[in-house]
């Protein structure tokens, strides 16, 4: 499990590593290594989804690691709580951009003729702080559209023993 203090509060998250072992590998490899600390959520669209961990706070990116395989095909949808990868349109593009669907997404499921997106975890709980970063007032900044105007900080993202 994974825990997010971010400057709206915290909230945890169950990874399936089971279903998407390439992703959360990759994900705990960020996190371990501190790369999410001081990272924004750069793109936020209320009713869609909160995104961040890539960006600083003056929305420069920062270099992250290889791009690794889209696990979209392992039967997970985009529900309302669940964790992606963000990517281009390039299937194969990830890297430490991930998003928080605060609605049913189904339209980024995998499915004949959509490859999809990848969901690797779901909101254990704080489920209240990702809809609070989902209601916050956005604009355009720096080239980037949904941008939060009141800039929301991702602080720290470490392991902690699950609570089940």
């Known amino acids: 499990m994974l825990q997010f203090k971010t400057s709206k509060g915290t909230f945890t998250v169950q990874l399936f590593d089971k279903q998407a072992p390439i992703t959360v590998e990759n994900f705990l490899r960020y996190a371990d290594e501190g790369f999410f600390d001081g ?46 990868m963000a990517r281009t ?45 989902a209601a916050v007032k956005t604009g355009n900044r720096s080239g980037h559209q949904d941008v939060p105007v009141e800039t929301v900080v991702i602080e720290s993202v470490t392991r902690v023993e699950s609570t089940e």
């Open 39 to 84: 990272t924004v959520f750069h793109r936020v669209i209320a009713g869609f989804m909160v995104q961040g961990g890539g960006l600083t706070e003056d929305l420069q990116n920062k270099r992250g690691h290889e791009p690794i395989k889209n696990e979209a095909t392992n039967g997970l949808k985009n529900k309302r709580g669940t964790l992606s």
């Open 89 to 133: 349109n390039d299937i194969n593009s990830a890297t430490s951009q991930f998003f928080i669907n605060v609605a049913d997404n189904d339209f980024l499921d995998h499915k004949p003729g959509n490859y999809g997106y990848a969901v690797f975890g779901r909101i254990d709980s704080g489920m209240d702080v990702v809809d609070a970063i």
